[in-house]
């Protein structure tokens, strides 16, 4: 914990004298009339206050005037550092003062400035002399006590000449004024040598190429989109990105990256002379190819000429081809649109292929598994010697209900022969015979349908196996109609995964030149001039003041 100092307060109000008054009344009074004294010897010896008209002690316009003198001076406005001046130059003359504003009262009655510099210079003494004046002088008084005796010190009428300290010190000021106004005009002439230097002789040479040197270049724009057939709807997440750029985000990004490829620079050299054009001797310097050029070079200037942007949130990709002529550029700028459209048709060529591929197969698998179908029931009904299961069995089935049908009125007619008192012997045994051979034949109708004979297998067998055959050829069919439908689908989104190029802004041929762009191409090379100096001095400044620390 720190405790802060105590500091003693003096002149706590404007009015309050600058020393406590003696706590003695009889001391206060021999002040007050020793101070009265001396300032009466004060007023007899000086010259200027003689002329100054007196005032009883006890006149009360004399009061009132210098009151009201006061009262303007206090109305003036002063500050307290000239109220300070003011007093000090009146303790200096040796007047006796009531307050600062009595100090301002009198000086001017004596027609002396308290404000003017050559009275605060003359306030400056040696320190020898103001050493020697504190061991010999009596001890001086504050304020509101009288002060000792010095007429001495009272201006005289001649005119005040500065002394040597201060003439000395004010030229050794005018000199290190002028030293560091000569070093002030030496930096600047440096710092406009060096910009003179590292920024403007760079940034004229480089407007001399821009303007002078540089060959005219033409460039031809062009914007295209890649598209795709939109499907009648679309499920999932999928379908929020049916008919927006997200869809074929993707392809964009491919064809542009093909078209700034060495593959399309290299296919363009082939077959559009890539090469040729720019080592034509008429292109300066700078732009122009070396001869042999090497395809890493011309890759280099090609991804200067040709300028492929892609903006994903309009799906457009525009494209920049800059030529020496404008023929040329309209010529490569196709050339390059009927690339991207070939890289369009190779990107979905393999999944429509694909696509229809697998639906083309899984429909001639069926075909041949309905074929062998087919075979598989003519084989058995050529072995059965049966056609139609379904009907035979049917007939069979209505062959042994109509005998079962004539037994039963067989059986009757025998009971009414045998209901007779006397029946007829024969005709029972005809009609028993009848019936008995009825059943026999029911017989065996039915032992065919259920059992095996020597023959083969028996009825239902063969009819179970021809069912099966003919249920085989009808599931083989409908596979067959089913992968025929799956082959359509196929084919139709085939044809909806094709992506196509369609062209926004047809390249033209512009007829003037478009680059190079002499006055912003000059202001760029001041600006980055000016920001490489700027680095550099503040590297060096930085290194200069960490050696120097």
């Known amino acids: 914990m720190t405790t802060p100092p105590r500091v003693t307060r003096y002149r706590l109000r404007a009015g309050a004298p600058l020393t406590p008054r003696p706590a003695d009344p009889a001391r206060a009074e021999e002040q007050a009339a020793e101070a009265a004294a001396r300032a009466a010897s004060a007023m007899a010896m000086h010259p200027l206050q003689q002329q100054m008209p007196e005032t009883a002690p006890g006149d009360g316009d004399g009061n009132d005037e210098v009151a009201q003198q006061i009262d303007r001076i206090r109305r003036e406005g002063l500050t307290g550092r000239q109220l300070r001046m003011a007093r000090r130059v009146a ?31 003359e306030l400056v003494v040696p320190a020898q002399e103001t050493a020697m004046e504190e061991v010999t002088s009596e001890p001086r008084v504050q304020l509101p006590s009288t002060i000792p005796d ?100 993707q392809d964009s990004i491919t064809v542009q990256s093909y078209l700034t490829s060495r593959a399309a620079m290299v296919r363009l050299d082939e077959e559009e002379g890539f090469k040729e054009v ?23 200037l090609y991804q200067d000429h040709v300028k492929i ?51 083309r197969d899984s429909y001639e698998a069926a075909e041949a598994r309905r074929a062998d179908a087919l075979a598989n029931w003519l084989r058995i009904q050529q072995e059965v010697q049966q056609i139609d299961p379904v009907g035979e069995t049917a007939a069979r089935t209505q062959q042994i209900s109509a005998l079962e049908t ?35 034949l029911i017989s065996d109708l039915r032992r065919e349908m259920t059992e095996a004979s020597e023959q083969g297998a028996s009825l239902a067998a063969r009819n179970t196996e021809l069912r099966l055959a003919e249920e085989d050829y009808g599931f083989q069919t409908l596979l067959v109609q089913q992968a025929l439908q799956q082959m359509e689908a196929a084919q139709i989104e085939a044809n909806r995964q094709v992506r196509y190029l369609s062209l926004g802004v047809e390249p033209v041929a512009p007829d003037e030149a478009t680059y190079p762009r002499a006055v912003e191409n000059t202001a760029l090379a001041f600006l980055i001039f000016s920001g490489i100096y700027l680095m550099l001095s503040l590297t060096v400044s930085i290194l200069r003041e960490q050696v120097s620390s």
Do not use: H
């Open 91 to 121: 303790q200096k003359q040796g007047l006796d003062i009531t307050s600062d504003f009595d100090a301002v009262r009198q000086l001017r009655d004596l027609g002396i400035d308290p404000f003017q510099r050559s009275n605060i210079i």
């Open 150 to 249: 010095r007429s001495r010190d009272l201006p005289s009428t001649e005119r005040v000449i500065p002394s040597d300290t201060a003439e000395r010190r004010a030229s050794e000021i005018r000199g290190i004024q002028r030293d560091l106004a000569r070093r002030r005009r030496r930096r600047m002439g440096l710092l406009m040598l060096r910009l003179a230097l590292f920024v403007l002789l760079p940034t004229v040479v480089a407007g001399y190429y821009f303007f002078v040197v540089a060959t005219p270049m033409y460039a031809t724009r062009s914007e295209f989109v890649i598209q795709q057939a939109e499907p009648q709807s679309g499920a999932g997440l999928g379908g929020l990105f049916q008919g927006t750029s997200m869809a074929t985000q």
């Open 278 to 300: 720019f080592s034509d001797p008429a292109i300066d310097p700078l732009q122009r190819l070396p001869q042999p050029a090497t395809n890493e070079a011309a890759y280099a």
């Open 309 to 359: 942007s892609y903006d994903p949130t309009e799906g457009i990709v525009k494209m920049e081809v800059i030529a020496p002529d404008p023929e040329t550029s309209q010529r490569f700028s196709e050339a390059l649109l009927g690339y991207a459209e070939e890289q369009v048709d190779q990107l979905t060529s393999r999944l429509r292929n694909d696509q229809m591929q697998g639906a």
């Open 406 to 440: 004539q037994r039963q009125q067989l059986q009757l007619e025998l009971q009414t022969r045998l209901g007779v008192r006397r029946p007829n012997e024969a005709q029972v045994n005809s009609v028993r015979s009848q019936i008995a051979g009825i059943e026999a």
